[in-house]
């Protein structure tokens, strides 16, 4: 893939998930501006409809600004089992509720 198509997937990719979150494009200039991006507000807005083309590195702000505000909005993750239980009822020497002080000594319900 050649630079040019490389810039029309990442402007693709960036107006399609700013358009399924609801994020304001004026949004995402501004947090892609306060981490160093260059270009000015109409100009992302031009990238993002394949008007005008940006610079690998500016394109690479813009995808990372997207992606920092993209993961404000994702829902926590579902932890896994092992990471709720305690250790001891992983190794199966304690079954049923945890009871008693916990590790850091204080009583746990």
Same mark, same amino acid.
Do not use: M
């Given at each position: 893939m050649d630079d040019d198509a490389a810039g029309r997937a990442q402007a693709d990719l960036v107006r399609r998930a700013l358009?399924?979150?609801?994020? @304001?494009?004026?949004r995402l200039w501004v947090h892609y501006f =306060?981490?160093?991006?260059?270009?000015? /507000?109409l100009e992302i807005e031009a990238f993002l409809h394949h008007s005008l083309t940006l610079p690998a590195l500016q394109r690479d702000l813009l995808a990372h600004a997207a992606d920092?505000?993209?993961? @404000?909005?994702?829902?926590?993750?579902?932890?896994?089992? =092992?990471?709720?239980?305690?250790?001891? /009822?992983?190794?199966?020497?304690?079954?049923?509720?945890?009871?008693?002080?916990?590790?850091?000594?204080?009583?746990e319900p």
């Open positions: 358009e399924a979150t609801g994020i @304001d494009p004026g =306060s981490i160093g991006g260059e270009a000015g /507000e920092e505000l993209l993961d @404000d909005r994702r829902p926590p993750r579902i932890p896994q089992a =092992s990471d709720l239980l305690d250790h001891d /009822e992983q190794d199966g020497s304690e079954g049923g509720q945890h009871g008693g002080e916990d590790e850091d000594g204080t009583d």
